[in-house]
């Protein structure tokens, strides 16, 4: 039923399945580091560790450039 024929039906078989491991790769290293990124953060910011919210005053620059670049996220 397994050929090995067929496994090398075209000449970009090699190509192809190098291709597709290294998206995967690439998927899996993103997924594991927003991952271990997230936990990070919900334990950073746990409700129980600091109760009273805090202001946190910062550049009135890094806020607009963080206003402004929502702008272009659809182009």
Do not use: C
Request: hydrophobic share 50%.
């Amino acid at each position: 039923m397994y050929s090995p024929e067929l496994t090398q039906a075209s000449n970009f078989v090699q190509g192809v399945d190098t291709a597709f491991l290294v998206i995967l790769g690439i998927s899996f290293f993103f997924l594991i580091s927003l991952t271990v990124i997230m936990i990070y953060f919900i334990y950073k910011y746990n409700n129980k560790r600091h109760p009273v919210a805090t202001q946190i005053h910062g550049s009135t620059l890094l806020k607009l450039f963080g206003q402004l670049s929502r702008l272009f996220l659809p182009w």
